[in-house]
């Protein structure tokens, strides 16, 4: 299956450790898989998948508020109604880290996604295993 992981971190650092290992686990089970860095790329090639992980960190601990880079790559990747996808947000605090998942999949599904899996990643090792679990 063709996996596009979007990586969207709350500032424009690269992308993070947590995401590189949420991928390495999804090609460990034969996918193949492509990440796109919400903060440089565009999303004109998100149609051409099968499946679209996105992986965001809230912008604060208070609020739950997504990175404006994700609306950004989500709403230019026209023709991503009905996609399959996944929402994966990294654990950075101990308040409203259910607003923040809920936030990330309202922006998704806001742009047709069917969002059918969400999880909170604790850190690289457990995104791998995440990885691991896709199409399983």
């Given at each position: 299956?063709?996996i ?5 971190p ?24 492509d990440?796109i860095?919400a903060?440089?790329?565009?999303g004109f ?6 499946y ?5 960190e809230a912008?604060k601990a208070w609020?739950?508020k997504m990175?404006e880079?994700?609306?950004k790559?989500?709403?230019?990747g026209s023709?991503?109604?009905?996609k399959?996808?996944?929402?994966f947000l990294?654990k950075?605090?101990p308040?409203f880290?259910?607003?923040?998942l809920?936030n990330?999949?309202k ?6 996604m069917m ?5 909170i990643?604790?850190?690289?090792a457990?995104a791998e295993?995440?990885?691991k679990?896709?199409?399983?």
């Amino acid at each position: 299956m063709r996996i596009a992981v979007i990586s969207a971190p709350k500032s424009r650092n690269g992308v993070p450790e947590y995401v590189k290992s949420l991928a390495k686990g999804m090609e460990s089970m034969g996918h193949r898989v492509d990440v796109i860095d919400a903060w440089t790329e565009d999303g004109f090639r998100l149609p051409g998948y099968e499946y679209i992980a996105v992986c965001a960190e809230a912008v604060k601990a208070w609020g739950g508020k997504m990175p404006e880079a994700l609306s950004k790559v989500l709403s230019a990747g026209s023709g991503l109604v009905g996609k399959k996808s996944a929402a994966f947000l990294k654990k950075t605090g101990p308040f409203f880290i259910t607003k923040a998942l809920w936030n990330l999949m309202k922006a998704m599904e806001k742009e047709g996604m069917m969002v059918n899996w969400s999880e909170i990643i604790l850190n690289a090792a457990h995104a791998e295993a995440l990885g691991k679990r896709i199409g399983a």
